[in-house]
């Protein structure tokens, strides 16, 4: 299409679809791949027939099959990790695996994002401030950027041979840059985003050959410029904007240009974009606010994303709509989509059967908010009064929900009124260290694991048994017990300090207290991608939160009761249940996060009271929930900090107090990481070679630190040396009398087979290291 033309762009449409299947259709297709079980061929084909029935899907609800309504937004494993195999930005550890014509074939693919051998894979970590992950592309001088593969352009065709013209979306080249790393051949101090003159050829050409193909629009998603957390002068960001769209726009045969900026406003950034010759911006007004006139929006349109991506709530439609048309101030041209990709919400609030009819009133899947964006636009073009019934519903909805029994509990409440300063204060960390050395006995380097221990398939079966009445209580008791005991016994072999009982009891970190705790319910089918084959199914906080009964008191003492090491108590904090559950939106997240803290503190000392000498309170997504802009951070760290404190300040100095953190930016919250005053943080650190330990030891940690030397997110066994090298750096940068020796995460997904032998090659890292610290010491 020459730039001088634009295509009408549909009235309604979505930034994205979830794309594991229904049931989880793509996730099973992969995992038989790596496992081999099918071939390439069949993957691809399992993977353009799930393509195809998104596409009558969406068609079917309302979207547009011939108007670019229906964007083409599927992955095998993640978007980012799309982006760099297109752009062939391939590692040189993984040059072998692009072929003499520089494409990269499936197993190529995967092998970038899970490793092989002695190559580490690509970084993961959280995309914004969402629960997804994305894989970390690795750029240096040493990158030649070119058009390497014609995957989206080869499913636009697919989509077209079968009626469909669909929207192409990629990751855009300034967020691309912005969000890679320099690779181990770049310079100290070397930016990715240098290498924008080289990678816009790349686009360039992409965008030709779409074009060419008869794509009318393409999405390049831009979420890049509403962060400003992002390592990069803010001016330098907007500089790399301009100077991108005013280059492909100018091209003289492109596609139409969306550029999509969800998660937050574009503040300076929408001048910038304006001003450009871009086709289509999308404006995030669930997360963002509503832009002031700006010179250029009015030849623009405006994809007003007014339906929640991020959350499951059916919401206020009228108010959406109002955004809608307060928008037309800016641009006669509007059209309605959602905030964000639906890849964050799952498929179909009509799949679940057990949630009732009064809280799934109250909800709108991804299925749904289709079918609202579908509304909002008639909306839009025929006025409010077209879409009367379904604004009222909507609105009936919510004021039903807001009187609804448990929403709001007056005790509770009551509860969280009547805290006083000291309730989130432990005392002098020299003093409880002295309590805890003395208590637990702990040699130097203390090694131990997160928590979970793999979760084979005679486990999952006995729950899911136990679940439908097939096994009795006492039966599905023995059958934990069994599990615990020799998990128990299998680490005592390997020689670890301190322990676990391995969780086999639970489902998932987070749905298992949701589970039973008061304010949540649970899905049946409401799975989303996390990372990869990875799915999770988020649970639903919709009311006032309390704890009912002991939770996980029976489970730890049971396992404490097989041995004179310490086992750790495995709680999940109160950030981390509220950012991977989809939380009430009708009051402030701090709120809940107190009422979750209360719930865990009960749970806590009911732990304690039980012969539990440690309590590992886990909060992966601290970094995660951080805001995006840093008005905001201040007020965030002040309840997500505090909530942590409140759920761990009860107890006495003897009983240490562990957390977890994993895949973040850790230097960015190290800050807020020594305020949550845990004895012990266990931190994810493999696949990034220790490089948090530096941002550690310039910010003068002082407490207990375990930084990671296993990926557990890798298939790879490390060796020896590969684990000892990682602990001598960290012992390097950080006194040893602090460092703990632990995996990066979980062992829930990982088989027993390479479970054992890398946990007996880090016990025999951590002989060596010690040795060799004993040996320094006495020279």
Sequence with gaps: MSMTTTAQFPSATILGYPRIGRRREMKKAVEAFWGGTITAAQLEAAAAALRTTTRERLADLGLGRTDSAIPESFSFYDQVLDAAVTVGAVPTRFASLVGIDGRIDLAGYFTLARGEGD????????????????????????????????????????????????????????????LSKPSDEAPAGYQPLSRLDDLLPVYAALLDRLAAAGAEWVQLDEPGLVSESIDVPRVKTLEALAWSYAALGRL?????????????????????????????????????????????????????????????????LAAALDRAVALKELSPTVSISTSTSLLHVPHDVAHESSLGAELTSWLAFADQKVGQVCTLARGLSAGAAAVEPELSAADAALTARSSAPGVR?????????????????????????????????????????????PQTADIRRARARFLTGVLTEGAYR??????????VDLQEEIGLDVLVHGEPERNDMVQYFAENLNGFAVTE??????????CTRPSILWGDVSRPKPITVEWSGYAQSLTAKPVKGMLTGPVTILAWSFVR??????????????????????????????????????????????????????????SFRLATAGVADSTQIHTHLCYSEFGVVLEAIGNLDADVTSIEAARSRMDVVHDIEAGGFDHGIGPGVWDIHSPRVPGVTELTELLHIAVGAIPARQVWVNPDCGLKTRGYTETVESLQNMLEATRIVRERIDASVTA
């Design 478 to 487: 023995e059958l934990m017990q069994a599990e615990i005991a020799r998990v």
């Design 252 to 316: 003289a045969r492109r596609p139409a240009i969306f550029v999509a900026a969800p998660y937050g406003s574009l503040d300076d950034a929408l001048p910038v974009l304006a001003a450009t010759r871009v086709d289509a911006i999308g404006i995030d007004l669930v997360r963002g606010t509503l832009p002031e006139p700006t010179p250029g929006l009015v030849d623009k349109v405006l994809v007003a994303g007014v339906i929640d991506g991020h959350n499951i709530w059916r919401g206020d």
């Design 119 to 178: 190559n580490l894979p690509l970084e993961m970590t959280k995309w914004f401030d969402s629960n997804y992950h994305y894989l970390v592309p690795e750029i240096g001088p040493e990158t030649v950027f070119s058009l390497a593969s014609d995957r989206i352009v080869r499913e636009f065709n697919e989509a077209k041979a079968a009626g469909y013209l669909t929207r192409p979306v990629i990751v855009g080249p300034v967020t691309f840059l912005l």
């Design 409 to 453: 509990d007056d005790a509770v409440r009551a509860r969280a009124a009547a805290l006083l300063d000291s309730d989130f204060l432990r005392g002098d960390y020299a003093t409880r260290l002295a309590a805890q050395e003395v208590a637990l006995g702990l040699p130097l380097l203390p090694t131990t694991t997160i928590g979970s221990f």
């Design 525 to 534: 089918n409401g799975w989303v991608q996390s990372y990869g084959s990875r």
């Design 585 to 642: 939106e009708d009051q402030p997240l701090g709120e809940t996060a107190r009422q979750v803290a209360l719930a865990l503190r009960d749970e806590i000392s009911d732990l304690e009271a039980a012969g539990i000498g440690i309590v590992q309170v886990d909060e992966p997504a601290l970094r995660e929930l951080l805001p995006l802009k840093k008005k905001d951070h201040a007020h965030y760290l002040d309840w997500s900090v505090g």
